[in-house]
T-cell receptor, first 116, second 114 residues
Framework: DSGVTQTPKHLITATGQRVTLRCSPR?????VYWYQQSLDQGLQFLIQ???????AKGNILERFSAQQFPDLHSELNLSSLELGDSALYFC???????????????FGSGTRLTVV | AQTVTQSQPEMSVQEAETVTLSCTYD???????LFWYKQPPSRQMILVIR??????QNATENRFSVNFQKAAKSFSLKISDSQLGDAAMYFC???????????FGKGTRLHILP
């Protein structure tokens, strides 16, 4: 167990629908990152939140949105789903130690989204 | 913009042999961090090794070591005494300051031949 919890693990939904993916970061981590991994592809950065505020945005579609709540858990909302949105969605968290080092991320186990 | 390139989509190595996975990156920054992540069939992303750019000494973690060439912007991963459990997708990744987003390469799929 990495300490980063993602739910659900699997999700099957129809085109046009809306889904919410949930992530609880590792205890003490303030930053949450969302990535999309399509079949046999690398990880595409979607968005980052730090202590409740959006910090960085990647190639995130307008149909997608996210937020981080006061308890630091985060949700990624995907709407008007298309077949091409089928992918593995990862959440990761990191220790932001105040500027001394970058220790990389701790990843959750991902949510496998299948749009049919 | 920073980029990470892994030129080997797939590689194979005999069990117990040594294999090197290549990675190049592009950045205008002088201080940054490089990572290798492993993604086995379970799909979990696992940090294998990290390198701080200001350190000239190559990082080592048990059977995993890197060859960091800062001037050439090259960061290869060497796996010694390959084991069946090393079979996975390996991603090279770049991060700048602490808390910065990490940029991943497209990955190299490593097969271990018994």
């Amino acid at each position: 167990d990495s300490g980063v919890t993602q739910t659900p693990k699997h999700l099957i939904t129809a085109t046009g629908q809306r889904v919410t993916l949930r992530c609880s970061p590792r205890s003490g981590d303030l930053s949450v990152y969302w990535y999309q991994q399509s079949l046999d592809q690398g990880l595409q950065f979607l968005i980052q939140y730090y202590n409740g505020e959006e910090r960085a945005k990647g190639n995130i579609l307008e149909r997608f949105s996210a937020q981080q709540f006061p308890d630091l858990h985060s949700e990624l909302n995907l709407s008007s789903l298309e077949l091409g949105d089928s992918a593995l969605y990862f959440c990761a968290s990191s220790v932001d130690s105040g500027g001394r080092a970058n220790y990389g991320y701790t990843f959750g186990s991902g949510t496998r989204l299948t749009v049919v | 913009a920073q980029t990470v390139t892994q030129s080997q989509p797939e590689m194979s190595v005999q069990e117990a042999e040594t294999v090197t996975l290549s990675c190049t990156y592009d950045t205008s920054e002088s201080d940054y961090y490089l990572f290798w992540y492993k993604q086995p069939p379970s799909r979990q992303m696992i940090l294998v090794i990290r390198q701080e750019a200001y350190k000239q000494q190559n990082a080592t973690e048990n059977r995993f070591s890197v060859n960091f060439q800062k001037a050439a912007k090259s960061f290869s991963l060497k796996i010694s005494d390959s084991q069946l459990g090393d079979a996975a997708m390996y991603f090279c990744a770049y991060g700048h300051y602490p808390g910065d987003k990490i940029i991943f390469g497209k990955g190299t799929r490593l097969h271990i031949l018994p």
